[in-house]
């Protein structure tokens, strides 16, 4: 026999653990259609290039989950395919510099190349989704490429984390279209004549981390 206070109980009860389930598969809700580039313990899938005669397990080692960049010397590490028409979503942060007061005083500089075409030199005919700490996301066309960005630096200062800590980049390609965000918020936004390529990550003058490289493709 069940008392009626028991059926409140059990009632609370089952709503809380609804709640609770909900909570917990929000964010793989997210990551729906959603395919993991770097697998966390070695850069398989992944080239690299670099300027002159640099050692590239010097430069970009996988440790602890992540991707450490050295920043020097110049070069990336890119994918192995082409790509044309997705979201791609990965996790960053510079090492932060020891005694450094402002962050806006620091920096650190690096960068992700997206729809890069013909040869890779040092740096190659591409679009560049800036990494550098001050003004990252901000999109321009590099090597010969062409198009027309927007930057709203005060966006990005609102939601960027402080220096030495993880910020969540996601960046939109579609038939030339890019979109930038940071944590969630869009900051810069154009189109250009590139529609299709590798993409890969800059070792440009400081030591960034990279993870949770993933990548959506749109139709």
Known sequence: MIRKGGKRLAIVALTASVVVGMAAV?????DDGFKELF???DLSGWKTILAGKGDPDKTFKVEDGAIIVSGN???????DKSFKNYVL?????FKRPKGLKDDEKFG??????????????IWPKSVEVQGENRTHANIFAIGGAKGSFKFNQAALR????PVGDWNTTEVICKDGAITAKVNGTTVSSGKGNLTEGPFGFQSEGAEIHFKN???KTLE
């Open 26 to 30: 929000s964010p793989a809700a997210d």
């Open 39 to 41: 697998n966390g313990k």
């Open 73 to 79: 010397p110049a070069g990336y590490f890119y994918t």
């Open 89 to 93: 979503r990965y996790d960053w942060r």
């Open 108 to 121: 650190g500089n690096s960068g992700l190349l997206v729809h890069i075409t013909g040869k890779h030199t």
């Open 158 to 161: 609102k939601v960027r984390k």
């Open 213 to 215: 490289i993933k990548i």
